[in-house]
T-cell receptor, first 108, second 114 residues
Framework: KNEVEQSPQNLTAQEGEFITINCSYS?????LHWLQQHPGGGIVSLFM???GKKKHGRLIATINIQEKHSSLHITASHPRDSAVYIC??????????FGTGTRLQVFP | DSGVTQTPKHLITATGQRVTLRCSPR?????VYWYQQSLDQGLQFLIQ???????AKGNILERFSAQQFPDLHSELNLSSLELGDSALYFC?????????????FGPGTRLTVL
């Protein structure tokens, strides 16, 4: 079993839909990261969370430390949101462990 | 543009060879991280340097080594290359030594071993 699990693996949505991607982890962490990787390969850091909730534009990320779970929400999804979304956790040793990613496709 | 640069963009080489990948962090960032992304393994953390010193080590093979120079750029050396080393290699940088800081990723180097 992977230490960081994401679901779903693949997600298809119509433009305008509300999207949720989930991340569960089984280890103690100091932080959780959400990353976005576009088809060209480039990776962008979206959020770094250690508690609570963060919002940036149409993106919202939440974390529940007790339940070892985080969600990434996209409101009013758009075709340009199509990408792979990757959850990663930072251990107390500063080592990072990545989930396998969620491939999102948003159709007009 | 993250401000992190990586060279070369693409590298094609043969098994048994040695290559060097280069990364320049964002201005002001002291930490550099190296990651490998292969089709079957996803993203894996290799190693972190902070201000010239090794800070954290992940799944880095003994055939691989890295260093960070006084000007803070970093190099990842891959030797005795095997077909399975074909992957995208990313570096990222952050301000401090904490792995919990926001990291800024470079565009990656695509290595193909034939």
């Amino acid at each position: 079993k992977n230490e960081v699990e994401q679901s779903p693996q693949n997600l298809t949505a119509q433009e305008g839909e509300f999207i949720t991607i989930n991340c569960s982890y089984s280890v103690g962490i100091s932080a959780l990261h959400w990353l976005q990787q576009h088809p060209g390969g480039g990776i962008v850091s979206l959020f770094m969370l250690s508690s609570g909730k963060k919002k940036h534009g149409r993106l919202i990320a939440t974390i529940n430390i007790q339940e070892k779970h985080s969600s990434l929400h996209i409101t009013a999804s758009h075709p340009r949101d199509s990408a792979v979304y990757i959850c990663a956790v930072t251990l107390s040793t500063d080592k990072l462990i990545f989930g396998t990613g969620t491939r999102l496709q948003v159709f007009p | 543009d993250s401000g992190v640069t990586q060279t070369p963009k693409h590298l094609i080489t043969a098994t048994g060879q040695r290559v060097t990948l280069r990364c320049s962090p964002r201005s002001g960032d002291l930490s550099v991280y190296w990651y490998q992304q292969s089709l079957d393994q996803g993203l894996q953390f290799l190693i972190q340097y902070y201000n010239g010193e090794e800070r954290a080590k992940g799944n880095i093979l003994e055939r691989f080594s890295a260093q960070q120079f006084p000007d803070l750029h970093s190099e990842l050396n891959l030797s005795s290359l095997e077909l399975g080393d074909s992957a995208l290699y990313f570096c990222a940088s952050s301000v401090s030594e904490r792995g919990s800081d926001t990291q800024y990723f470079g565009p990656g180097t695509r290595l193909t071993v034939l």
